[in-house]
């Protein structure tokens, strides 16, 4: 018991200083709403300035030196906000996420130049006198830390809650119009808050470096994880919740380096690393998963997502590419290896193009997760002696479970929570798997060679035939650029985009958030352990400081810069990394270190400074504007033809399967309010029953919790012989439930007919693997053709959405839903926003769905002329609860409704045909 009290106590210390490097993140989250990756780099660069120039380089006594530090840390805070996040107000949000991982590499990078790698002991400079109490020692420094975070938290608290600007902080983080009001422009508050962050980080840079020593890396590795964690913990915005994450993994951390001897015994490992910094993270990562949610809620703002690159191939380039390359690679001389990098990194990208690109899930651990693949790979050409493709086949395989493990949190996690989370992960398994040599196989001195390699009787070691293994990294990245254009193209691609762009709507649609998100981890599993076998096996012995969890923050970095939505992305992208073609280029010839990181840092603020949506996509803007010049536009476009979208010929209405919905004694409740209660309703097949009554009266909740994006607290739902209450959004979709939504959520990112598409892609178990090879150019099938002819839509498909006028993007959001051909469709406020003629015409369009189809349609809608003149039945609602239901008639002379919703007589004649 005293050994465990004397932990947790020596744990304080630790906990202190990342509550409070956390306590900055949250400030600067809740006054910019951006999150600081580069919290750690700053803490970093005041630690070294503090401690190594001014004090040991200058003799500075510690007060003036810890000022100044701290000064310029604030500093480097206010000016990344004035210099770079102002001008990206408006971008993606992953866009300023990877502007400040742009910092973080600057900063961390710009250190390892000045001050050089090596491990630097830092004294304690905090009284270090030693309490007694009972056996336990408690050491003063760490009380002192304490009582400074605890300080701190109390009076961030305090101003947040009590002061002018600290109210104005609060406000701006939930919206940026009521910091106005305040008084407060948003780019001051986030000045400030970059200013305040800059300066706690500094501070605790300067405190916590006495623990931990100094390294370039590893501190701000761990730092960063660290701090970003206890942030996580408090959502980002409580600080007495932060404080108590921080401490909570300080103190965790401290008490499994007391029980690391039994972990270790009770794994029957050897050797066990690591375990102290990743046991308190995975506590973490549970809590969140368990806290976090399936589906997002209805007040989930869809984020903006830089573009995406349209996936068409166009052979003669990709020809010229290929043989220039192969000509480089010919002659390239002392080049060779960093061309050989350079291939292998755009395969690592291609699964960030994938991931983060397609499918919209952040990961900062793809090099870790290629890492396991070079490990893996290694053990079985170096030890087990196996050649060289099943080698490679079984590491990918194991990778690809690997990558299904870390999609886990996805489920559950999204945007930049996941960021951190998969930091997190990677961080666990560079400590615990790459720095333990009982599991890469390396003893000290001896570690797991890599032999002669042979593929079909061709040697391509790399020691021995550096072009060989270029040339093999070079087919391997083409193979893997078509199979991700592939991708791009297809059905299964679509899939992805739309879980990237709006998850809900995806859901409703059938499309599987859950597998699509599994789908991506795996997929982009497979590339990183591929990318990773070339990148491991290019050396006598793998080398895994390359795989560590600064190498997949780069790689992010450098694919934003490249493009992150283009395939051509990720080939630019890897161009800029450490060690590649450019950066060897302008750096000191070696092209590796850290030098040629710091310029990649560089490269990215200013590329996402002049186009956010990166490198490839600038190139691709002005190849069409090349090819919009009058010599071009004469030439037939292939491309243009290919990505058109055809209708399916003939008129053909087809008559959707006649399936009944039947509500019975609805109850949703949300915390203590209860939104519906006791509902009833049975939408027949060829019925259009209306579903009215005042705001907030729970229409829209009828429809989510039918539709399974909320979970009744009583009831039962019923369609045709299922009982679906326990089904998931997707199911019920397939099954033929389908909605639109009051608020649209269209898939913005991809044109009208991708849309409508995506509302009917009929999805078979082998498209997930045949849409990598050959995805096909498909009709959009007969239903989806009659609900683009009934709602006017052929003219506009190949149309981004926000390019339409309101009112027909209600009407793509519809088309949408209907597109599948479903039995019962749930239709949310549709009218909203169109005019009389077009509410006309959609009255029309919703009878056909009826009365062609055979659909049953629940209309919620305040229109009450359309309510009036379409539906067969109407229920009404108030407060939750039916107060009527009949024939239009019967309910338009039903005084109960008169008064609750419909109003007078002279506002009813208006509205009763
Ligand atoms: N996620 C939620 N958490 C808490 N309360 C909620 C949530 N969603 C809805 N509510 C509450 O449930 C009640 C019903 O809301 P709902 O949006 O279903 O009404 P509505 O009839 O569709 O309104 P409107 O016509 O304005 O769209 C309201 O009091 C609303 O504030």
Same mark, same amino acid.
């Given at each position: ?357 397609? @499918?919209?899930?952040?990961?900062? #651990?793809?090099?870790? %997760? /290629?890492? +396991?693949? $070079? &490990?893996? !790979?290694? *053990?079985?050409? =170096? ?8 080698? @490679?086949?079984?590491?990918?395989? #194991?990778?690809?479970? %690997? /990558?299904? +493990?870390? $999609? &886990?949190? !996805?489920? *559950?996690?999204? =945007? ?498």
């Amino acid at each position: 018991m005293t050994e465990f009290v004397q932990f947790a106590i020596l744990g304080l210390g630790g906990g202190s200083a990342y509550a409070l490097l956390a306590q900055g993140v949250v400030l600067v989250y809740r006054g910019s709403g951006v999150v600081n990756f580069a919290q750690g780099a700053i803490a970093m660069v005041a630690a070294y300035l503090c401690l190594e120039t001014l004090q040991r380089d200058h003799d500075w006594p510690m007060l003036p030196a810890f000022v100044v530090a701290v000064l310029v840390a604030a500093a480097i805070g206010l000016v990344f906000q004035v210099a770079v996040l102002r001008w990206l107000a408006n971008a993606a949000p992953i866009v300023r996420l990877a502007a400040t991982l742009g910092l973080l590499v600057i900063l961390q990078s710009g250190v390892q130049q000045f001050y050089g790698s090596k491990s630097i002991r830092v004294r304690s400079f905090l009284p270090n006198d030693a309490y007694h109490w009972g056996d336990v020692v408690v050491q003063q420094d760490r009380l002192i830390l304490l009582g400074i975070a605890v300080g701190l938290t109390a009076v961030l608290w305090a101003l947040t809650r009590f002061t002018r600007v600290g109210l104005a902080i609060t406000a701006a983080a939930e919206n940026e119009r009521a910091a106005a009001a305040l008084g407060w422009s948003p780019h001051r508050l986030a000045a400030l808050t970059w200013a305040g962050g800059g300066a706690l980080a500094g501070v605790a840079g300067i405190l916590v470096a006495p623990l931990t020593g100094l390294t370039p890396t590893a501190f701000v590795v761990i730092v960063t994880v660290f701090a970003l964690a206890a942030a996580l913990l408090g959502g980002f915005r409580s600080f007495p919740l932060t404080l108590l994450g921080g401490l909570v993994l300080g103190v965790g951390e401290s008490l499994v380096v007391l029980y690391q001897d039994s972990i270790r015994d009770f794994l029957h490992m050897p050797t066990l690393t690591g375990v102290n910094r990743a046991v308190p993270f995975l506590v973490i990562l549970v809590v969140l998963v368990v806290r976090g949610k399936g589906l997002p809620l209805r007040s989930h703002v869809s984020e903006r997502l830089p573009r995406l690159g349209s996936g068409a191939l166009r052979w003669p380039g990709i020809v010229i590419a290929v043989v220039v390359t192969v000509v480089a690679i010919a002659f390239s001389g002392d080049w060779l290896r960093s061309l050989t990098l350079t291939l292998a990194a755009a395969v690592f990208l291609l699964s960030i193009v994938v991931l983060t690109g397609y @499918a919209g899930q952040l990961s900062l #651990a793809q090099y870790t %997760v /290629g890492g +396991l693949g $070079a &490990l893996i !790979a290694a *053990r079985l050409v =170096g030890q087990a002696g196996w050649p060289l493709i099943p080698a @490679a086949a079984v590491s990918v395989a #194991a990778v690809v479970v %690997v /990558g299904v +493990l870390f $999609a &886990l949190p !996805a489920l *559950r996690t999204r =945007g930049v929570n996941l960021a951190v989370v998969t930091l997190g992960l990677g961080f666990t398994v560079q400590e615990m798997v790459f720095g333990n040599p009982a599991l890469t196989g390396d003893k000290l001195d001896n570690s797991v060679r890599i032999p002669q390699l042979t593929l079909f009787g061709v040697d391509v070691t790399a020691a021995g035939h550096p072009e060989r293994w270029a040339l093999v990294c070079l087919t391997v990245l083409t193979v893997s650029a078509l199979l991700v254009a592939n991708l791009r193209r297809s059905r299964t691609g679509r899939r992805l985009i739309a879980v990237r762009t709006n998850e809900r709507a995806a859901a409703s649609l059938g499309i599987s958030v859950f597998a699509v998100k599994i789908y991506a981890f795996a997929l982009a599993a497979g590339l990183a352990a591929v990318a990773g076998i070339l990148l491991g096996l290019r050396n006598t012995a793998v080398t895994y400081v390359e795989f560590n969890a600064f190498a997949s923050i780069n790689a992010v970095v450098q694919a934003v810069t490249g493009g992150l939505g283009f395939v051509l992305g990720g080939v630019v992208g890897a161009l800029l990394g450490p060690g590649a073609l450019v950066s060897r280029l302008l750096s000191d010839g070696s092209g590796s270190g850290a030098i040629a990181t710091l310029i990649g840092g560089v490269i990215l603020i200013v590329i996402l400074l002049t186009n956010q949506n990166g490198i490839a996509d600038m190139l691709a803007r002005t190849a069409n504007a090349i090819r919009g010049l009058p010599l071009f536009t004469a030439l037939p476009s292939r491309v243009k033809a290919s990505r058109a979208h055809e209708l399916s010929s003939g008129d053909e209405v087809g008559v959707v399967p006649a399936t009944p919905l039947a509500v019975r004694g609805l109850g949703v409740r949300f915390g203590g309010v209860t939104a519906v209660d006791g509902v009833d309703l049975t939408v027949q097949p060829g019925q259009i029953v209306g579903l009215i009554g005042p705001n907030g009266a729970g229409k829209t909740t009828v429809i989510d919790a039918i539709t399974g994006f909320v979970a009744p607290s009583a009831g039962q739902v019923e369609l045709g012989d299922h009982h679906i209450t326990g089904w998931s959004t997707a199911r019920r979709s397939r099954a033929g439930l389908r909605r639109s939504f009051q608020s649209l959520e269209l898939f913005e990112d991809i044109t009208v007919g991708d849309n409508v598409h995506a509302g009917a892609d009929e999805s078979t178990r082998w498209s997930w693997l045949t849409d990598l090879l050959w995805p096909g150019r498909r009709p959009l099938p007969a239903s989806a053709s009659t609900a683009v002819r009934d709602f006017e839509l052929t003219d506009v498909l190949n149309t981004m959405p926000d390019q339409l006028p309101y009112g027909r993007r209600r009407l793509v959001g519809i088309a949408r839903a209907v597109a599948s051909g479903p039995s019962v469709i749930l239709l949310d406020e549709p009218a909203a926003g169109l005019d009389e003629a077009e509410s006309r015409e959609l009255a029309q369009c919703i009878r056909r769905l009826a009365d062609d189809r055979g659909a049953g349609v629940l209309l919620v809608e305040h229109d009450m002329g359309l309510v009036m003149s379409t539906c067969d039945r109407i229920v009404v609602l108030e407060a939750g609860r039916v107060i009527a239901e009949g024939t239009p008639d019967e309910i338009a002379s039903d005084a109960r409704v008169r008064t609750a919703y419909l109003g007078t007589d002279d506002e009813m004649t208006g509205v009763v045909p």
